[in-house]
T-cell receptor
């Protein structure tokens, strides 16, 4: 079973392009999370959201609770955005993770 | 600075050997987690603890053991019963009732 599905699995973009990563989930949730994992392996939390939209710099995250779908957008992409982006959902203290989207931004 | 530390960064295990991975946090978080990450797969939960002296098995607990004697510390032992231990191990914590997870830098375990 896979409660969280991400697409695409891999994504290559030219610097400056607008990027969208999608996440669908099949379980009830209290929150959805977008995480970033750099090549060294460390993971940082980008967003936690339960409704609507959040923005931080060039990153925008949206969620549609009825459709059980979320998107992560990166505007004006830059090579330093190259990383694996992971979608996760939570219910209380339980977390379920997608397999990640590997993004490469070419100068 | 508050955060989560894991050590060592790389760990080598010989056949039949138990090894222990360290995880320490100074965020005063109640809940701590151990995840395993394999290529092409999402993070999978090994064990979690919501309070000192209490922990629960996750989806892939076989071959692993944990302890939670102190709030700050949640070490993971990979026992000889774990037949495929090569993976990247991540420790995380979250405030009880809060839902943003903070991750350590990870430990990469390799079998010799």
């Amino acid at each position: 079973k896979n409660e969280v599905e991400q697409s695409p699995q891999n994504l290559t973009a030219q610097e400056g392009e607008f990027i969208t990563i999608n996440c669908s989930y099949s379980v009830g949730i209290s929150a959805l999370h977008w995480l970033q994992q750099h090549p060294g392996g460390g993971i940082v939390s980008l967003f936690m959201l339960s409704s609507g939209k959040k923005k931080h710099g060039r990153l925008i995250a949206t969620i549609n609770i009825q459709e059980k779908h979320s998107s992560l957008h990166i505007t004006a992409s830059h090579p330093r955005d190259s990383a694996v982006y992971i979608c996760a959902v939570s219910w209380g203290n339980q977390f379920y993770f997608g397999t990640g989207t590997s993004l490469t931004v070419i100068p | 600075d508050g955060g989560i530390t894991q050590s060592p960064k790389y760990l080598f295990r010989k056949e039949g050997q138990n090894v222990t991975l360290s995880c320490e946090q100074n965020l005063n978080h109640d809940a701590m987690y151990w995840y395993r990450q394999d290529p092409g797969q999402g993070l999978r939960l090994i064990y979690y603890s919501q309070i000192v002296n209490d922990f629960q098995k996750g989806d892939i607990a076989e071959g692993y053991s944990v302890s939670r004697e102190k709030k700050e510390s949640f070490p993971l032992t990979v026992t000889s019963a774990q037949k495929n231990p090569t993976a990247f191990y991540l420790c995380a914590s979250t405030q009880r009732g809060g839902e943003t997870q903070y991750f350590g830098p990870g430990t990469r375990l390799l079998v010799l």
